[in-house]
């Protein structure tokens, strides 16, 4: 329960798909525009992830991974006589799943729900080949998320940060069209620096889910990284120079 | 010289400014901001991007009149993939430190924008030549802006180029930094890459007064 609750929050807040990496970035400068607009593509990603990140899980699960056809015949296996990887073909895999996904999901919603299809109809298309779906899936297999409840898990709190951050700067955007932007930032420019100035508001929940460790695991950020190597270098340096003062 | 007319000359020159594929078609962020705090990176994700941007053309110009329009984002996707497959395995088997800062962002070539974009666009109305000449131009345009993005963020965050230090050494305090000059290690996180993108859009637009939106 607690490894859930822990990757929901990191998902939305740390690991945030448009602050931390940058994904889905084209159709989030062009559809923020509007609120409206906004909240429907926000919620057909949302939609989208949770349904392709499990079922990319199982393609890895048992037919990626090095030595996950052991389930058709042992030798296919780790360490048996034909050792099989296929993890090359997963690009075209998770791709062919995203675009077979997203066109079967655009056929029922017509089918059962033409409301649904009206708000949402145009967007869905386009996500097929937003790469914050296709990224979804990539981090799950290289961050080799361990169970299906967890991939569910990940797509949607993915998905969820996603829409956080489209609905955020839709909103922005809508209140900036009545302030003075110098003229070559307006539009496009503007909305870049925008964007970063979140995402450093963001960097602020960078600590949120170490606070309590007995012994804090060591920062992976480069910064942290660079100060921890000249700390340690410093420290050498003293050492040394007591040695010869001998 | 007779190798390009001025209209084909005009394919690799227009995206690398007034039609930048980044700036001003607003395509393929999501890559050029994630991986640009080393200059390498920057510099290895451009070729990659020229050799399936470049070849992708060419395919998909080949077979335009081939392709059953319902199924041509399919078939788009399938061209991509392969090719972006066949720069991961290169990339894994001969740099593979790269491969590993470069991660998941080689696969997202897959979905990157310009690309299918630059298909729809181009490659699927124009003859061969053209479309890999298009191709070549729009991704130089990306490549020039991952370059200059990871040119700032390299030297100003960790005060090197290609990892090689050029302001001198921060613990020893040479050079720069004997003046009390510190690495700005805030520009090695993501949110700099927007902020400096933003400001190349600033100053490319205040060059050209055409590009102003409304």
């Known amino acids: 329960m607690i490894e859930h609750l822990e990757l929901f929050f990191k998902s939305i807040f740390i690991d945030n798909m448009v602050f931390a990496v940058f994904l889905g970035m084209c159709s989030y400068l062009a559809v923020s525009k509007k609120v409206a607009t906004a909240v429907g593509l926000g919620a057909a990603v949302i939609f989208v992830l949770a349904i392709t990140v499990p079922l990319n899980w199982l393609l890895d699960q048992y037919l990626l991974q090095p030595g996950a056809l052991s389930w058709l015949d042992p030798k296919y296996g780790i360490g048996g006589a034909e050792e099989m990887d296929l993890g090359f073909l997963s690009f075209i895999m998770f791709i062919a799943t995203i675009a077979t996904m997203v066109q079967l999901v655009e056929i029922v919603v017509e089918k059962f729900s033409p409301s649904l299809y009206n708000s949402l109809g145009i967007f869905l298309p386009l996500i097929a080949v937003n790469c914050a779906i296709l990224g979804g899936s990539l981090f799950m297999q290289s961050r080799e998320i361990e169970t299906l409840g967890l991939a569910l898990n990940y797509g949607v709190s993915s998905g969820i940060g996603w829409f956080l951050a489209i609905l955020a700067i839709a909103a922005i955007r809508e209140k900036i069209r009545y302030s003075n932007v110098p003229a070559p930032l307006r539009g496009l420019g503007i909305t870049f620096i925008i964007t970063g100035l979140m995402g450093i508001g963001f960097l602020s929940f960078g600590g949120m889910l170490t606070g309590g460790d007995e012994e804090g695991e060591p920062s992976t950020e480069p910064s942290a990284q660079i100060e921890h190597i000249e700390t340690e270098k410093e420290a050498k340096k003293l050492a040394d120079n007591t040695k010869t003062v001998e | 010289m007779g190798l390009l007319s001025k209209k084909d000359a005009n394919l690799i020159i227009d995206p690398l400014t007034d039609n930048n594929p980044i700036t001003i078609q607003v395509l393929g962020i999501c890559s050029a901001l994630a991986i640009t705090a080393e200059l390498k990176a920057s510099l290895v994700m451009g070729i990659a991007v020229l050799f399936v941007l470049g070849v992708g053309n060419v395919v998909i110009s080949l077979m335009r009149n081939i392709i059953p329009s319902k199924i041509r984002i399919i078939v788009q996707l399938i061209v991509v993939a392969t090719l972006v497959i066949i720069v991961d395995q290169v990339l894994k088997a001969f740099a593979f430190e ?102 190349i859009i600033w100053v490319q637009r205040s060059r050209n007064k055409d590009l102003i939106e409304d």
């Open chain 2, 98 to 199: 790269l491969s590993k800062t470069l991660s998941v962002f080689i696969g997202l070539i897959i979905t990157n924008c310009i690309i299918m974009g630059r298909f729809e666009a181009f490659a699927l109305g124009n003859g061969p030549w053209k479309s890999f000449l298009d191709g070549i131009g729009n991704s130089l345009g990306y490549a020039v802006i991952l370059i200059i993005v990871g040119f700032f963020r390299e030297l100003l965050g960790s005060g090197t180029l290609f990892g090689i230090p050029v302001l001198g050494d921060p613990i020893e305090k040479t050079g720069v930094y004997a003046s009390g000059y510190e690495n700005n290690g805030f520009m090695l996180m993501p949110p700099m890459a927007l902020i400096i993108v933003g400001l």
